[in-house]
């Protein structure tokens, strides 16, 4: 067990946690970063990405998730396979966690990263066809299926929301519902019953998505809630809309968070209610959940957290300063 001390300690990584550390690195805080269970987040599971800026051609997610990663440690950030298991937010700064492997981590400072990820249905194929059919994220992989059938599942704002954002590629959407009314808002279901290219099918779940000759996607076997009986639908793409389960487990009981357990932050900003400590990333957005968005409020929470250490080191100096005087 050892202990690491930093100026700006980052728990989880991904765009948001990446670039916090690459703008932290470079104002000279020395931060440490602790990746977690799955370093580079979400991304890394994620094949084709096409809506990153400064890449012409298609990249592969992991990819970049390494390319981000480089750049933070080229620039003085210190990596630790760890994965946070206690911290104590209310008795600092300086703030102190502990890891899963014992160690500890103390930061005059901590930007949360830790991102969500998205609920799944749970059922066979779906894992299998991921990037092969199947999404979560109609904003990052809609655009792959222009002009062909797609499927939402979902009755929430998530569902409604993607389905009509696939609208812009596809004029034969179908969104899958277990029930026979849906959960979003009514101005959301207005514009959804007022599209001729979405058709709802009520009172439906996805008993399993199965593959064609080629390995991808082919149909979905459904199965009626009121009947019983499996049915089949021909798609190329279908996208899981059930929602996402940010990770703040960690955090319970010293941060604020919404209804859904999201990170509440000052608005605009990465600032949470504890002086010092900073939310980025899908773990405090639930609205955009892009990639991009997420490394722009990383590079917030670390000039924020540039801005706080000054004022903290100015604060330290004070009392020499009258002493002197």
């Known amino acids: 067990m050892a202990t690491h001390r930093t100026k700006m300690l980052i728990i ?17 805080l020395e931060p440490v970063m602790v990746q977690g269970l799955q370093p580079g987040g979400q991304l890394t599971i994620t094949t084709d990405v ?7 051609d298609v990249i592969q997610g992991p990819w970049l998730m390494e390319q981000m990663r480089a750049q933070a440690e080229h620039v003085g950030t210190k990596m630790h396979w760890d994965t946070i298991v206690e911290i104590d937010l209310k008795s600092g700064p300086p703030f102190r966690a502990v890891g899963d492997s014992g160690d500890e981590y103390i930061g005059d ?3 949360i990263a830790t991102g969500a990820s998205a609920k799944w249905l749970g059922v066979p194929g779906e894992q299998e066809l991921g990037g092969k059919g199947v999404s979560a994220c109609a904003t990052c992989d809609g655009f792959f299926y222009r002009g062909k059938k797609v499927a939402v599942i979902g009755g929430g704002n998530t569902a409604v929301e993607e389905a009509l954002y696939l609208t812009n590629h596809s004029d034969d959407v179908t969104l899958i519902h277990r029930r026979d009314e849906l959960r979003s808002e009514k101005i959301l279901q207005e514009r959804l019953f007022a599209s ?4 709802p099918m009520w009172n439906k779940t996805v008993e399993r998505f199965e593959a064609g000759e080629n390995g991808a996607l082919h149909h979905l076997v459904l199965r009626d809630t009121q009947t019983g009986e499996e049915s089949t639908l021909e798609v190329d793409g279908a996208f899981v809309a059930i ?9 319970t009981g010293q941060l604020p968070m919404d209804e859904s357990g999201y990170l509440l932050v000052e608005p605009g900003t990465p600032k949470t209610e504890i002086p010092g400590v900073f939310a980025c990333g899908d773990v405090m957005d639930h609205t955009y959940r892009q990639a991009v968005t997420a490394a722009g409020t990383g590079c917030m929470a670390a000039l924020d957290a540039e801005r706080f250490l000054a004022t903290l080191d100015y604060a330290k100096d004070m009392p020499a300063v009258e002493a002197a005087e």
């Open 12 to 28: 989880g990584s991904g765009p948001a946690g990446y670039s916090a550390a690459i703008y932290g690195a470079r104002a000279m």
């Open 50 to 56: 096409e809506n990153y800026p400064g890449f012409a």
């Open 109 to 111: 400072c901590v930007v």
């Open 196 to 199: 001729d290219k979405i058709t």
């Open 243 to 251: 929602g996402h389960a940010p990770a703040t487990e960690l955090f």
